[in-house]
């Protein structure tokens, strides 16, 4: 595996950036369309022997970047100085936890990503590369509109220089009052204005403003104008999903009548993704998303695996009126998109059709959906997470479900 997970040369556009990928990580998609395939024990070894831990990513950018050693004593040290020099309120105790070497993976939330990105003196193609090949998270978010203004500000870090994190602050708290005078009743879906949303910031940070005061003014018009689209983004993933779960569409049946025809079970409507209820149920199982040891993993080593990070979904507790005012989890997007092509492609796994070809299908119509309907990040190839789900896609010889399920049990195999 490569030394550095992130390539600094690498020039990415705001619009492009989840197609332009490093190397290793083009390397990987490769594999993916190769035609040798793996059984679930090679998949576990490869996933288990590839990842590169989070602390040592981090460590590894911090020190190419600033041109210190590679030692996290003298990151940490650096980041705390550039942190108060910009005001940017980094503490010591956020610090210890992104650098331990034995905390397994870490999620780092998105103000903190702006903090760093600003303590790094990051470009925007910097900040997006680095989101994406250091921290294997989301590119910032171009429909989100907190995201939006961490966006302009560090495009525009020159002109207003350590000040900048407090610009940004103040235009976030205000976002908040537009919050709460939106009408939910006036929320509409938003699916598919992504890429104006991404061409409205870009055009806003070419546009050479000459002071801050004027900088300022443009963003809240830009705000403004955008806010009913802003708004209703969480009602687009939700309706993604509801479609593809169980009111289907134009040429689309809905995974809960694929699942009945094929199992003869019927799924829950508000949690498909627990084992509530498995028992010995075998065929159903193969559906639900998790493993029946995964508790007893937890309980013996102190936390989750990175794979099921319960950052990246959560599996127990999730309903659909909750997601409507906080957000579709990407987690339940992912798996429910996974499943919907296993049942929806299942004779083509068993027949002449190149896997190669297969996953190709999968992998673009996918990011598609992830992208430009519910706003979030596309399948990251060197992503623990995601990777198990491309690489049942690319490995299985009869049914992406089973091969699903076989990995996850290696994992979870107490």
Known sequence: MPNEPYN??????????????????????NEYSSSELMTS???????AAEHLPFAERLTRFVSGRLGIPDDPKDVKRAIREASDRKGLGISSALLSQWFAPDKGEIRISTSCIFKLCLALELTLDQAVGFVY????????????????????????????????????????????SRKQVANPAHIQDVTGYTKLLGAGIKDLLESGFTSADEALDALDHYLESSWPIL??????????YDTYFKTGGVGLRPLTEMYREVTGFVLPETSYLDMT???????????LWGALNRDMWVKANGSDWDILNKEDIKLEHHSVKRMLTQG????????????????????????????????QRFYESLNMTLVDECGMMPLHPR????????LSIANSKGDP?????????RFYSL
């Not at 250091?134 to 171009?142: I, V």
């Not at 010995?280 to 193969?286: N, P, S």
């Open 8 to 29: 600094d040369n690498l020039p990415v556009d705001l619009r492009s950036a989840r197609h332009r990928v490093g190397d290793y990580t083009k390397h990987l998609l």
């Open 41 to 47: 024990e090679e998949a576990f070894n490869s996933l």
């Open 133 to 176: 090949d250091c921290l294997y998270q989301n590119w910032f978010n171009y429909r989100n509109a907190e995201e939006l203004v961490y966006i302009f500000f560090i495009g525009l870090q020159d002109l207003f220089g350590n000040g900048t994190y407090e610009a940004a602050r103040s235009v976030i708290e205000a976002l908040d």
């Open 231 to 240: 708004t209703g983004v969480q009602r687009s993933a939700l309706r993604t």
């Open 277 to 287: 209820g498995v028992g010995a149920e075998v065929k159903r199982k193969r559906l």
């Open 328 to 359: 579709m989890c990407r987690g339940n997007i992912v798996a429910l998109l996974f499943f919907h092509f296993a049942l929806e492609n299942k004779g083509l796994f068993t027949s002449k059709v190149s896997h190669g070809i297969l996953f």
């Open 383 to 390: 992503k623990p997470f995601d990777r198990i789900f491309m």
């Open 401 to 409: 479900i089973v091969y699903l399920n076989e990995l996850l049990e």
